[in-house]
């Protein structure tokens, strides 16, 4: 009996002792770390915590399956997801919206407020349906009802509205990029309807850019993504253009290859340079 309480007390110190120096290896490694950053220079903790502190959300929809429609819309969902997956390479968080209801995109909206802080840099994609009604426009939610021009207020989802929002919350500097002017399957419903969007105008320090110009509808092309988001995705990854000089040459290239047919229109009151690759932003003043 003696011999088997010693042989349990070798293995219990023996387990013991490997514990503790587990511990200590822990314990001196955890403090090694600490004197890591606690000697990093001032500047660079500083640069350090800018950068988390940094923002860039997107809120990405594409709307394809349409009720009111003859058939669904061949590239909204193509264009978002191709959107989404270039966003994120550059740094964006993003979420993503598919066949989105009223519902959906108002609770997006309201995720996405909630993640908005003074330095943040906010995106809006829409691909899908857009209705104007009284010079304002709309996105269409897949599960909007309209028979008459007045149903657009209470089932779309003001364009407008969300930028003025976004803007309340204290967001730095908004994008939005609305590829939504198509002629839609409500119109016959109506009688002297206009066609296309209004315009969007830029609120402070916001840069918008529309598929087609106010008033004006266009054909989806026959490619897996629009025109609009092709061109776009060409020059989105450019490390020395900023969003501004993106948009224009975007839009001059769909007005190209269409030969003036269709042109986007870009509406910008920015008051410094935004670049969609991060960790570019420049102030230029204004």
């Known amino acids: 009996m ?11 110190i023996t387990v013991a002792a490997t514990v503790l120096a587990m511990v200590s290896v822990g314990i001196g490694a955890h403090a090694q770390l600490n004197k890591r950053l606690d000697a990093a220079h001032p500047a660079e903790v500083a640069q350090a915590n800018a ?71 906010v995106m809006l994609f829409f691909g899908g349906y857009g209705i104007q009604a009284g010079r304002e426009s709309f996105m269409v939610p897949v599960d909007a009802a309209i028979w008459k021009e007045a149903d657009i207020r209470h089932q779309g989802v003001s364009i407008e509205a969300v930028l003025e929002s976004i803007k309340e919350q204290g967001a730095h500097a908004r994008i ?43 054909d989806d092309s026959s490619g897996p993504n629009s025109l609009l988001v092709t061109e776009l995705l060409n020059n989105i990854g450019a490390r020395s253009a900023g969003a501004e000089a993106v948009f224009s040459k975007t839009r001059l290239a769909v007005s190209q290859a269409t030969g003036g047919e269709q042109v986007p229109s870009v509406s910008s009151s920015l008051l410094e340079d935004i670049r969609f690759a991060a960790g570019t932003d420049e102030k230029s003043g204004g």
Do not use: T
Not at 2 to 12: E, H, K
Not at 195 to 208: F, Q
């Open 2 to 12: 003696a011999f088997q309480l010693a042989g349990f007390s070798r293995r219990s």
């Open 176 to 218: 939005a990029v609305i590829d939504a002017s198509r002629r839609n399957p409500y119109e016959r419903r109506f009688r002297g309807f206009s066609h296309g969007l209004a315009p969007i105008s830029a609120p402070d320090n916001a840069l918008i850019l529309s598929a087609a110009a106010p008033d004006r509808v266009v």
């Open 51 to 121: 950068a988390q502190g940094a923002s860039r959300l997107a809120l990405v929809i594409g709307n394809a399956h349409y009720p009111d429609a003859h058939a669904p819309l061949a590239q909204p969902i193509n264009d978002a997801r191709a959107i989404s997956a270039a966003l994120r390479r550059e740094g964006f968080d993003v979420e993503l919206l598919e066949d989105a209801g009223r519902r959906d995109i108002e609770l997006a909206v309201e995720r996405l407020k909630g993640r908005i802080k003074p330095e943040s840099v």
